[in-house]
């Protein structure tokens, strides 16, 4: 499992294969778009729903070798299973993250499962901007000047310059929020499993300890699951701001909770949320909320909530969409290696 390489020179080494035939699941309008276009460049015959795969659609992909799939819904075992039976070989995650699938029994089933890359400055802008927000206290700032009120008691911020930043997890992503805030001039810390780029890289305890701001560029998986439990939490300095972009479950959301409600962290500014799923990305306008954990987060004014959207921009989407056919294409022609 490893991540595609660039698409511009995958492009050139997939154009010999043709006439592959891709089932695509869990395909929205813009996406649908960009593979319409994109499909028959490389002689590819895609199959679209906008339908996440589950077992009562995985008859599509019979004839297919080849899936690909979206992020925005968990992918069942017996969802898994279904696809094999149907002929499945592979499957193309649109996403840097594997945690929707299981990516052990997909492989007990003969199926090969990759992830794609795209453009790490989305998801690295994005968390600047979630930083300068929470600093400069622009949830609050704004929510007043909508109603008029403009005074500035309470929201005066700090700069970044005076700030210490620390980063855990410094692959593509990580390294491109560290590049944005050596602009800034501010003291950078990282924990990551290796140094690969300029920062001063500490244990994880250290990083907590002396962080203003701590932000997640970490895969999630077993070892990561709550990497932010009550105990870490506890360790931060008072007064930190935690950033997330990465996956929810990264974080203890309770502990965080109850350490934003007692004025141990100082804000927090999460573009993803354990238990989002269902929620996120779906107009629930009039529904019921079941999360109480995000309902008191969204009401505090120092945290800020955005929808899993910080991937989501032109250039990603279109890496996202080319790299998910350059992938299938490179499996068809026996290129991906697998370990």
Do not use: W
Request: with cysteine; glycine share 10%.
């Amino acid at each position: 499992m490893t991540y595609s390489e660039p698409v511009r020179t995958a492009v050139r080494r997939a154009v010999a294969v043709s006439g592959t035939g891709i089932t695509i699941y869990g395909c929205e309008q813009d996406e649908a778009a960009l593979f319409r276009e994109l499909a028959p460049r490389f002689g590819v015959v895609p199959v679209i729903t906008e339908a996440a795969v589950s077992e009562a659609n995985a008859g599509l992909a019979v004839g297919n070798r080849c899936v690909s799939v979206g992020h925005k819904a968990r992918i069942s075992n017996s969802t898994l299973l279904a696809l094999s039976r149907a002929g499945v070989a592979y499957i193309s995650t649109r996403s840097i993250g594997y945690n929707h699938l299981d990516v052990e029994y997909a492989a007990g089933l003969g199926i090969s499962v990759e992830n794609v890359c795209y453009s790490p400055d989305s998801v690295a802008d994005y968390t600047l901007m979630m930083m300068l927000m929470a600093v400069r206290h622009a949830k609050s700032t704004v929510r007043r000047a909508d109603v008029h009120d403009y005074r500035l008691h309470g929201v005066r911020g700090k700069e970044l310059r005076d700030l210490t930043v620390g980063v855990i997890g410094t692959g593509r992503i990580g390294t491109a929020v560290v590049g944005r805030l050596r602009g800034f001039g501010c003291r950078i810390l990282a924990h990551s499993n290796r140094a690969n780029t300029r920062a001063d890289y500490v244990p994880l305890d250290e990083l907590l300890r002396l962080s203003d701001i701590v932000t997640l560029h970490t895969p999630l998986n077993r070892e990561t699951r709550h990497l932010l439990d009550r105990r870490r939490i506890g360790q931060m300095r008072r007064g930190a701001i935690v950033v997330n972009t990465g996956r929810g479950p990264l974080i203890d959301t309770e502990a965080l909770v109850d350490a934003l409600e007692k004025g141990r962290l100082g804000g927090a500014a999460l573009d993803v949320v354990e238990g989002e799923e269902g929620v996120f990305y779906a107009d629930c306008r009039g529904a019921r909320i079941r999360s109480e954990h995000l309902l008191r987060l969204q009401e505090m004014p120092n945290v800020l909530i955005t929808p899993h959207t910080a991937y989501y921009t032109d250039r990603a989407l279109r890496d996202t969409v080319e790299n998910s056919i350059t992938n299938c294409l490179k499996f068809e022609s026996g290129e991906q290696q697998y370990g």
